[in-house]
């Protein structure tokens, strides 16, 4: 059987390179994209290789990312052009494969068994391609899974293409430390560093018996992936994941000081989260909320709904509650983000309760349906909760979507 030919393409500082072929004046310069100061994202996004070198970090804030490198030009985001950027580099890749699967939206595995062609001639032509026809670079791991080929687009940047073959994966891989394989997480690495496992290999050799025993089937998941016996496959390019989560965040310009506050704030998050259920036929079955403080210490809780919903204001209603039993004030919030989580089906059976008001449940479907049908035909801000109406702790713009798919994104 013919071994398997999976690459990994990362776009090298994709926003920043994106901005320097917007601006051409800033190519070879520090620039880092950030967000706004003013509302309070101001921190690094990304960075151009020469900011980098200087010591500008993605997640700096702006103030730091100055301080390290002082000729630093930063440039606001224009998520628009990067979108539009990241489809021309799907359209790229889809010429040598229908087995394209993303990964962020500068990174993306391809499946080139069937290409007829040897992986890293294809990887090449891919790399040249990229820089000839959008002006930006990639860096391409290619490899005989997706946890090697993505290693292998880590190791040399940028504008370059590496090979972890079956040969030599052991010598390649194996001395790296934990922390770089893929889902190995900070929390998980600090786990296995006081268990003096300290590099891939380490993994490997414990063993899928130890790893089950100490850290479950996620680690046995890892042995495998260190082990080199990753078999997922790359997804066809028209394939859709399920949607896990979806959810709403800002970051307030100025900080949450009370619950009263907080509660308007969720209320008018909780109104995306709604209309997206239904634009997606999900139902949620539980509701996350995630606190980030003053101080920048952060807060994660969750509970279980009644019955099933699509309903903003249940999940509001749930969320407050959350905020109400598990948060201690002993600090004022500055972000907050609400999550309908444990998705099913709208036209998933469920278990009925006694206890339910299910007409009234209906009733507020319908009239949250109808609120989105006027929305629709006049605009998000024609109709909006009255309790809103005096919001002031949350600018135009501010706030992220986010929708978690089956695998989580970086």
């Known amino acids: 059987m013919k071994e398997r030919c999976i690459l990994h393409s990362d776009a090298n500082c994709f926003y920043a390179s994106v901005e320097a072929v917007l601006n051409p004046e800033l190519r070879g310069k520090a620039v880092a994209v950030c967000g706004s100061t003013e509302e309070r994202h101001g921190i690094v996004l990304a960075k151009s290789e020469k900011a980098k070198k200087a010591g500008v970090k993605t997640g700096m804030a702006n103030w730091q990312a100055k301080e390290c490198c002082k000729d630093l030009i930063i440039v606001p985001p224009r998520y628009e052009y990067y979108m539009k950027f990241s489809k021309y580099l799907h359209s790229i890749y889809q010429r040598y494969t229908d087995l394209v699967e993303p990964f962020g939206m500068d990174e993306c595995w391809l499946d080139v068994t069937n290409t007829l062609r040897d992986g890293m001639e294809v990887a090449e032509e891919i790399r040249q391609t990229v820089k000839d026809e959008l002006g930006i670079t990639v860096s391409i791991g290619v490899s005989f899974n997706k946890i090697f080929a993505k290693l292998g687009s880590d190791m040399k940047k940028p504008d370059a293409v590496t090979q972890i073959s079956r040969d030599d994966y052991k010598a390649k891989v194996w001395p790296l430390p934990c922390e770089e394989l893929l889902y190995c997480g900070r929390a998980t690495t600090a786990k296995l560093n006081h268990l003096s496992i300290k590099t891939i290999g380490d993994i490997a050799r414990v063993g899928p018996e130890f790893m089950g025993e100490r850290f479950g089937k996620n680690g046995v998941a890892l042995w495998k992936y260190a082990s080199g016996n990753d078999t997922s496959r790359v997804a066809h390019q028209d394939s859709t994941m399920p949607a896990k989560s979806v959810g709403h965040g800002i970051t307030c310009v100025a900080d949450l ?146 929708i978690m798919p089956g695998i989580m994104h970086k």
């Not at 006027?374 to 706030?399: C, F, Q, W």
Request: proline fraction near 3%; charge should be neutral; hydrophobic fraction near 40%.
């Open 257 to 402: 000081e009370n619950m009263e506050e907080v509660r308007m704030v969720l209320i008018a998050l909780a109104q995306d989260i709604g209309h997206r259920l239904r634009v997606y036929h999900l139902k949620a079955k539980g509701v996350q909320v995630y606190i980030r403080d003053s101080r920048l210490c952060s807060y994660l809780s969750q509970a279980q709904l009644e019955y099933p919903t699509q309903s903003e204001a249940s999940v509001s209603q749930a969320a407050i509650a959350l905020v109400e039993k598990n948060y201690a004030w002993t600090n004022q919030i500055r972000a907050i983000t609400i999550s309908a989580i444990n998705l099913v089906s709208e036209s998933a059976l469920e278990q009925t309760t006694i206890f339910c008001d299910y007409a009234k449940v209906e009733r507020q479907s319908k009239l949250e349906r109808t609120v989105d049908n006027i929305r629709g035909r006049y605009g998000k801000t024609a109709i909006a909760p009255a309790v809103l109406m005096n919001e002031h702790k949350m600018p135009p713009h501010s706030d992220r979507e986010i």
